[in-house]
C-alpha cells in the first residue's frame, strides 16, 4: 500500500501531477494524470499507463473538475426544513444527521419491519470500494428490502451468463485483427470511446465494418453495412442470420457438436425468420440485410460487438441470446479477432461472499419499479428510501410516478450523494458523498480487461465522505459489524487487496496492472471457455423457456398505436456518464427526428415541440436530421429536469415495462407523438437549493 500514500499537492509545491484512475460507470477505466496546485485539481487528463487509455480521456472526466467545485456540490450533512422538494435544508453535523437516519431505520423496523427500508442504488461509480460492500452488509444484517439492480445490462447480463457463463470476451485490443466487426447496438463515440482508434485500426487493415443502430453514429457513417433497424427488432435480425446460416449449410455442426447444447431448438426457433421476413419487421432493404447475411458467415475472424442499445426494448434479453448465439452457430471461436466481445465486468472471477453476510430473502424490488413501489407498495409500504450512487428522478422509468412517490409526505428519503440531484431535492436527509478524486478504490474495465488503483488526489471537499465510512460508521451505530470487520474506507482497502484472487491484490497495492491468468487478451475457446456445465455453450436455457411471455427466441410486436407512433430513443451522449455530470449548462439539448418525421408535422429545426404520450410530455427545441431513422426520435439519456423547459425528461415517457428476460427497463419501448409547442418564451428550468447554516 506504500503509493497510497503519494503527495497531494501541498501548498507552495510544484503542481504535482498523481496517478490515478476512472472508476465511473465506463467501460474503459482509464489510467489518468491530475495535476493538482494548492490542493485543487487543475486538470486531468489520461496517462500511458493504461495502453489502451494512451494517454486520452474523454471529455466528460476531463470536466470533472466543474463536478467536485461546482455550485452543485454538496458540502455538508443537511436536513429539510421546508416543503418537500423546494430545495431548502439546514445545515446539521454529520452526528446529528446519522443518528435522524438511525433513529428512522429502528422506527421503520418496529412499525412494518425493515423491508419498510428500500436501499436503492446503481453504477454512479463502479469501484469495488463504493458499491457491494459495507452498504450490502448494513441491509443485509438489517434485513431491508432487496434491490434488483436491472436498471441496465440485466437482459444482456442474463443472456451471456445463460449462454456462456459470462466468459470473458474479445478485448479492444484484439479488433485489429478481425476481418469483420459487428458493431450491434453499440455507440463507442459517446461512451467507451477507446474502442474506436482499434475499429479504425482494424478498417486500415481491411477489416469490413457493420453497424446495427436506428441512428447514423459516426462509426455508420463509416461503416460499409449500416443497418438502421427499427428499435426492438434486433432479435428477428439475428434470427434471420441464424436461418440463413443453418439453412444454407454455413452453420459450424462440428463446433455444435462438441461444444453446444440445444443448436436444434435454436434452429426450429429460427426458421420462420427468412431474410425477407427479418427486413420487413426491421423496416430495412431485404438486400442489405442478406449481404450482412452473407459478410457475417464467410468472414474469419469475425467479432460481433454486443452493446446495450438493443436490450432496452420488450424483446431485449432474447435479441441478446440471438446475438450472443451466433458466433457458435458461425463456428467464429478459436481464433485471435473472432467470436463476441461484450461486458468483461466478470473477468476477473471476484468473489465478494467472503466480505457480506448472505442475501436474506427478504423482499426483491425492480428498480425500475421504483415508482410503483413508492405509490402502491403496501406490504409493507416503503417508509423509508435510502439513494446512493445514483439519481432515480432522472434516470428510473415513469418518472413522473416516481416524482409522486418522492412528494409522500410520510416517506423519510435519505439521499447519499457528491451534488444536489433531482432526487436530492426531495431528501427529508442529505448526506455529502466524496467523488473518485477525494478516495481509494479499484477501478476495473469492463470494455479491455484491467484493473488499476484509485487514490485521492485532493483532500475531500467540505465535510463530505467516502461510501465506506459513512456505511461503516450506520452499520456501527446499529450494532451490526464484528469488532474484526473493516468499518471505514482505508480497512476496506486493505481488506479487499488481501482477499483478491492470486496477485492481483499486491499488484495494487505496489502501483502495478494486475493480469488475470488467462492473460489480458484472451481468445475465446483457446484461452477461455464457458463457464457452465461441461464448459458448452448453452444455446437454450429452459429456464428462459419457461419465463419469457413468449419463450426463447420469440419476438413480441412493437407497441405503437395511432395515437402514438414514434419511437422514442434514448441513447448515451458524449455529454453524460448515465446522469453523472448532468448537473453541467447543456443547452443545445434537442430532440432529433427524421426531415419526414418533420415535414409530416409541419415542424421546423429549431422550433420548440412537445413530445407527449400517455405518460407524460416534455418539452424542448427540435433538432431536424437525417441522421435517425424515420419513425425514431431520439433524446439523450441521463438529462436531469433542469435541461428541458418543463422540467420532465425522456424517461417520463417511458413505461415500466419490463424486459422479456432479465428484468431490464424498456426504455426504447416509449412510444409518442410530437407537436409544436407555442413558443411561450420559457428557457430550461434552472435547479434550486439551499443550504443554510
Ligand atoms: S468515463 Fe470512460 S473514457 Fe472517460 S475517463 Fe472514465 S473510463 Fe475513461
New binding site residues.
Partial sequence: MAVIHESRGEIGAPAPVVDTA?P?D?P???T?HVTVHRGRIVEIDGSQKNPV?GGY??N??RKFGERVYGPDRLLYPAIRVGPKGQGHFKRVPWDEALEVVVDRFRRAKAEHGATSILPYSYGGSNGLLTQDNLDAQLWRRFGTSRLARTICAAPTGAANQALYGKMPSVVYQDYPNAALIVMWGVNPSASG??LVPYVREAQKRGATLVVVDPRTTTLARLADVHLAIKPGTDVAVALALHRHLFENGLSDEAFLAAHATGAERLRERAAPWTIERAAETADVDAALLRRFADLYATSSPALIRCGWGLERNRNGGNAAMAVLALPAVGGKFGVRGGGYSMSNSASWGIDRTWLTAAEPATRVVNMNHLGRALTEYDDPPVDVLFVYNCNPLATAPDQRRVLRGLERENLFTVVYEQVMTDTALYADVILPATTFMEGYDFAKAYGPISMELARPVIDAVGESRPNADVFGELCSRLDLLAEDEPKDELELAVRVLGALPGTIGDDLGSGLSPRPPFGLAPVQFVDVFPNTPGRKVNLFPEAYEATAPLGLYRFQLDPATEQYPLTLISPASERT?SSTLAELPRPDVKLRMNPTDAAARGLEDGAPVRLFNELGEVHCLLNVTAAVRAGTVSFPKGLWRRSTMNGLTATALVPDTLTDIGGGACFNDARVEVAALPDTGKSVRKGKATVTN
Avoid: F, P, Q, R
Fill in positions: 476512472c465511473l465506463c474503459d477505466a482509464c489518468l487509455t480521456i474523454c466528460k472526466v470511446i477507446h456518464i
